[in-house]
């Protein structure tokens, strides 16, 4: 079945700590996998990942991919509770259409 | 640019009445795309738009739900009748022919039908 699976759920952690969020999918048809963030409205694009093994880093949050484990993770260092939201996975199959995660609810206690 | 505009923001209904939910795309994106999101079944494509043309209808859920979009500065998602399991929030996303899967999301129209 063409899911894409995200883990945990939800987390709570405290300020300053750092997480990883994970993500796999079923299939090897495959364009590309992306991280978006939804806070309190309307998702926003973080990252697309399209080669296995290349970071991709933007501040305190960074992502990899591995195409071979079909996985991605999605890491926040230092967090901030402005970092409080969820985190949704997505993956683009090759007739360009996305599949979306049930995301991860992340809390950022102060 | 204003990014994706959506209207309304928030719309509470009856039963059996008619739900029009409209979205102004990022000018010069090539695709819009309609989502639907429950607690329950997260994040669903209804339908998307290239150039104005629908492309891919096959998650909407019924025929009471129809979209069109009539020119590149204009959607609509109409829901008729409505009925309680349409409670969501209705998001608009629109992106560019070069990054399809980079989307930019219009604020949502919570949609309550009692």
């Known amino acids: 079945e063409d899911k894409v699976v995200q883990s945990p759920l939800s987390l709570v952690v405290h300020e300053g700590d750092t997480v990883t969020l994970n993500c796999s999918y079923e299939v090897t048809n495959f364009r590309s996998l992306l991280w978006y963030k939804q806070e309190k409205k309307a998702p926003t694009f973080l990252f697309m990942l399209t080669s296995s093994g290349i970071e991709k880093k933007s501040g305190r949050l960074s992502s990899i991919l591995d195409k071979k484990e079909l996985f991605s993770i999605l890491n926040i260092t230092a967090t901030q509770t402005g970092d409080s939201a969820v985190y949704l996975c997505?993956?683009?199959?090759?007739?360009?259409?996305?599949?979306w995660g049930a995301g991860t609810k992340l809390i950022i206690k102060p | 640019d204003a990014g994706v505009i959506q209207s309304p923001r928030h719309e509470v209904t009856e039963m059996g009445q008619e739900v029009t939910l409209r979205c102004k795309p990022i000018s010069g994106h090539d695709y819009l795309f309609w989502y639907r999101q429950t607690m329950m079944r997260g994040l669903e494509l209804l339908i998307y738009?290239?150039?104005?043309?629908?492309?891919?209808d096959s998650g909407m859920p019924e025929d009471r739900f129809s979209a069109k979009m009539p020119n590149a500065s204009f959607s609509t998602l109409k829901i008729q009748p409505s009925e309680p399991r349409d409670s969501a929030v209705y998001f608009c996303?629109?992106?560019?022919?070069?990054?399809?899967?980079?989307?930019?999301f219009g604020a949502g129209t919570r949609l309550s039908v009692l």
């Open positions: 996303a629109s992106s560019l022919h070069s990054a399809k899967n980079i989307q930019y």
């Open positions: 997505v993956r683009e199959d090759s007739n360009y259409q996305l599949i």
């Open positions: 738009f290239n150039n104005n043309v629908p492309i891919d």
